[in-house]
Every structure is written in structure tokens, then in C-alpha cells.
């Protein structure tokens, strides 16, 4: 029996959720996140069955703040705005779920509207004017914090207790490297989940393998038996459509 943790960056989950399996109301969008996840306790290694001890949920929650608007020129309140509801809502639905954990950083105090890089590219090259430009051409920005140093403290604290044999970590950048080679002296299996991104080959020699379910096909909503009975015991919530 292997002892696996589940550990999943939110930010870069969703944007990779959206790309590969489109817009979708917040409760769908965690049921999908569930199947992923028991799709990873599903797979085998060789003999041995994985056995799942927690999910851990890495993201922050949405920004009340009022943040102005280059192009419009106007102060725009993003708790009023539907990514807003669509967050609660979709970080409402994870904690109803058997052994999800979720640990919540802060945004910067400072968020802000850029101009998408594309069209910063574009406007130099003199391909796009300044009277051209619309409000999909901007982007929102508002940097985490504490989410990585959290990400780290519980790959740690995992090895150290000796809590499981095995982690995988979906996510899609290098920061979690330092935390990963401590994991493996430890002795700990660390497993990577870039759901089908592109990660750079000095990667490989600081993780133990690559795995990522259902890579380049639609993925399955089928939930746990026991998902299914504690989601009937649980009130639902109302279903927004993600916007961003």
C-alpha cells in the first residue's frame, strides 16, 4: 500500500482546466477536480495500490478591492464582479468534499490592469494604435503571496512526519524544487502533474516521475461513491459560469 498526498496548485490548475476542458460553473468545476485527483490514487505502482491521505488545495481568495481601470478610466469593483462569486462559490464546493484541505495566501495589496503582452508587441511594431484598443486587450494582475511558502512547509512537514510514501504535485513551474529534493532525501516518491504543459528539462532530475491522467482527452465527472453521498447531504450552491 502506498500512502499518497495530493497536492494542487489552484491557480495553475484553472488555467490549464479552462484551456484543456473549457468554461464551467463553480461546482462542476470542482467535481472535476476531484476525478483528476482520484484518477491519480486510481493508477497503480507496480504491485502496490495507492491509497489516498489528502488533497491539499493551494490558492487565495478573490480581491475586494477597487481597482482602476486604464482604458475606461473608471474604478472597478471586483467583488461585485462575477469571477468574484464564481471563486466563493467553487472554494465553497472544495470543502464540501471528503479529504480536501485548502490552504488560502492573500493577494498583493496593489492589483492592477496590464495590457495583455501580445498586443504591447503589437502596438510597438505599429500593427495596433492606441484608439484600437478594447478592454479584452487588458489583463488582470494581482501577485500571490504565501501560497509557494505553504506548498513547501507541507511537503515538508509531510516527509519529515513521515505521514505519507508518496506525493504528487500538480503544478507547472519551478519553485517547487527546493522542497522536492528535500522530499526525496527523505526518502518520499515526488511525482509532477504539469496536466500536459511543458516543463524544462532540468526538471526531471529533481522529481522521481512525470504523471498526468487523461492527458489529451475529456475527462471523466464520475465521482468517489462516497463523494456522491456526502454531496447529497450537502446544500448546493448556486451555480455561476466562470469569466475569467
Known amino acids: 500500500m502506498v500512502m499518497t498526498a495530493i497536492l494542487v496548485d489552484g491557480g495553475f490548475y484553472r488555467k ?20 483528476y485527483c482520484h484518477a491519480h490514487i486510481s493508477k497503480k505502482d507496480g504491485p502496490a495500490i495507492r491509497q489516498l491521505y489528502r488533497i491539499f488545495y493551494y490558492d487565495c481568495e478573490p480581491s475586494k478591492r477597487s481597482v482602476y481601470h486604464p482604458l475606461t478610466k473608471q474604478n472597478i469593483e471586483l467583488d461585485k464582479s462575477d469571477t468574484y462569486t464564481w471563486t466563493l462559490n467553487f472554494m465553497k464546493e472544495l470543502k464540501k468534499r471528503r479529504k480536501f484541505a485548502l490552504r488560502l495566501g492573500t493577494l498583493a495589496e496593489k492589483p492592477n490592469y496590464n495590457l495583455r503582452p501580445s498586443v504591447t508587441k503589437e502596438l510597438l511594431a505599429g500593427k495596433r494604435t492606441l484608439e484600437s484598443l478594447t478592454i479584452s486587450d487588458f489583463e488582470f494582475h494581482s501577485q500571490q503571496k504565501g501560497v509557494d511558502m505553504r506548498i513547501g512547509i507541507d511537503i515538508a512537514s509531510l516527509a519529515y512526519k513521515r505521514q505519507v510514501n508518496q506525493i504528487i504535485l500538480i503544478a507547472g513551474d519551478s519553485d517547487f524544487v527546493p522542497a522536492a529534493k528535500l522530499a526525496r532525501r527523505e526518502g518520499i516518491d515526488f511525482i509532477l502533474d504539469p496536466m500536459g504543459a511543458d516543463i524544462k528539462d532540468d526538471l526531471f532530475e529533481h522529481i ?28 448546493a450552491s448556486p451555480e455561476t459560469e466562470e469569466s475569467a
Do not use: F, M, V, Y
Open 208 to 235: 522521481d516521475g512525470l504523471e498526468t491522467p487523461w492527458k489529451h482527452s475529456r475527462i471523466c465527472h464520475k465521482e468517489p461513491e462516497a463523494e456522491e453521498k456526502a454531496k447529497e447531504s450537502a446544500s
Open 16 to 35: 490549464r482546466a479552462k484551456h484543456q476542458w473549457g468554461i464551467k460553473a463553480a461546482e462542476e468545476r470542482a467535481k472535476e477536480l476531484n476525478a
